[in-house]
């Protein structure tokens, strides 16, 4: 599957944690903090963005679809269709609530929030 840009290649998650990520008005919003797996389908679930907060202390995380991100060279980063409002009003989590029930609560709400078409369906 490519990115909406056409990127193709395969990336270790190494690399993509602690990556950047910018909003549509090009503001750093975040950083992905870890990235969920789909263990039955072997696909990204979603990617954990850690949004405010100072030293891990009052961290919003939110799930963002895997599809939704789209790497900026220029930026160094991955940049999401998203506005701040949107991403502001978003559900936000704390790390043991993505994980938990498989992580599938956190990954159903995001996709609907979002508007993204389910990748499992």
């Known amino acids: 599957m490519t990115t909406q840009?056409?990127?193709?290649?395969?990336?270790?998650?190494?690399?993509?944690?602690g990556t950047s990520v910018y909003n549509t008005e090009g503001k750093h919003i975040g950083s992905i903090?870890?990235?969920?797996?789909?263990?039955?389908?072997?696909?990204?679930?979603?990617a954990v963005i850690g949004f405010g907060g100072f030293l891990g202390i009052s961290e919003k995380y939110h799930a963002i679809?895997?599809?939704?991100?789209?790497?900026?060279?220029?930026?160094?980063?991955?940049?999401?269709p998203f506005t701040r409002e949107q991403l502001t009003a978003a559900p936000a989590y704390s790390i043991n609530e993505l994980t938990g029930a498989d992580g599938e609560a956190a990954?159903?709400?995001?996709?609907?929030?979002?508007?993204?078409?389910p990748y499992w369906h």
């Open 5 to 17: 840009t056409g990127h193709t290649e395969a990336i270790a998650a190494s690399r993509v944690i």
């Open 33 to 46: 903090e870890d990235v969920m797996l789909d263990k039955t389908s072997n696909g990204i679930m979603f």
């Open 65 to 80: 679809p895997w599809a939704s991100l789209d790497y900026d060279e220029d930026k160094g980063g991955y940049v999401v």
């Open 107 to 117: 990954r159903d709400a995001s996709y609907s929030y979002y508007r993204v078409e």
